[in-house]
């Protein structure tokens, strides 16, 4: 995949194609890619995907499309270490309101694959008008 | 991999939005000098603090920003609505 996409930044480069037909290019053969790990199954998700869609029939609705790399947030995660005792109390309190009872300082990389595996696809609906995905690939 | 080059479309009214490819490798050299002085500066103030037990946390703290710098490769952000788009993705 390295060697396609230094090509199609080299055909950019020398002006064999403009930044649009770049763009699509990067992007199905990252789409090529995500397609194939799904098929073979065996292949650890390498990003979280975030996906606001609204419902269909609504136009103009808001839309986001964000992909996290999960070691991002492994090494991210890394930092809630850091984060002071007594902010710490405060922050688990404010999330416990929220109804989230989680401990992001004491969570392990065990912890996350298992969120990984469990988030396999995860679908909301809010407010009947946005449909919000959350999943691995 | 830490990414190479930064994909920014901006928006213009009417039109088709602008897209940009920042080469970050060349930002990235740049800062390698920059980079290494504050390291150094980390690994000296680490020293000092030791005893204290701050230093322990600075000197785990310089491969913590590694990380996360060298696993910003992959990430793509793109927001929008009707007025407004934001998107951003490092390659």
């Given at each position: 995949m390295k060697d396609e996409r230094k090509k199609i930044l080299e055909m950019l480069a020398s002006g064999k194609i403009n930044t649009d037909e770049a763009e699509r290019l990067l992007n199905a053969l990252e789409d090529n890619l995500a397609g194939e790990n799904n098929r073979s199954g065996t292949v650890r998700p390498k990003y979280l995907r975030i996906l606001v869609e609204p419902k269909a029939g609504i136009q103009n609705?808001?839309?986001?499309?964000?992909?996290?790399?999960?070691?991002?947030?492994?090494?991210?995660?890394?930092?809630?270490?850091?984060?002071?005792?007594?902010?710490?109390?405060?922050?688990?309190?404010?999330?416990?309101?929220?109804?989230?009872?989680?401990?992001?300082?004491?969570?392990?990389?065990?912890?996350?694959?298992?969120?990984?595996?469990?988030?396999?696809?995860?679908?909301?609906?809010?407010?009947?008008?946005?449909?919000?995905?959350?999943?691995?690939? | 991999?830490?990414?190479?080059?930064?994909?920014?479309?901006?928006?213009?009214?009417?039109?088709?939005?602008?897209?940009?490819?920042?080469?970050?490798?060349?930002?990235?050299?740049?800062?390698?000098?920059?980079?290494?002085?504050?390291?150094?500066?980390?690994?000296?103030?680490?020293?000092?603090t030791w005893t204290t037990g701050h230093g322990r946390t600075i000197l785990f703290m310089i491969p913590m920003i590694g990380a996360l710098l060298w696993n910003l490769g992959g990430l793509r952000i793109d927001v929008k609505d009707r007025k407004s788009q934001i998107y951003m993705s490092f390659w």
């Open positions: 609705g808001e839309r986001v499309n964000v992909r996290v790399p999960i070691n991002l947030i492994r090494a991210g995660l890394k930092w809630a270490s850091f984060i002071p005792k007594h902010s710490q109390g405060k922050v688990g309190d404010a999330l416990k309101e929220k109804g989230i009872d989680l401990d992001f300082s004491k969570m392990t990389p065990d912890d996350l694959d298992e969120l990984i595996v469990n988030l396999n696809d995860l679908q909301v609906e809010v407010d009947g008008d946005e449909v919000v995905r959350v999943f691995c690939e | 991999m830490i990414p190479m080059i930064l994909q920014l479309k901006i928006p213009r009214t009417g039109k088709p939005p602008v897209n940009l490819y920042l080469p970050l490798f060349f930002i990235w050299l740049l800062l390698l000098p920059f980079a290494l002085l504050v390291v150094l500066l980390m690994l000296i103030v680490s020293g000092l």
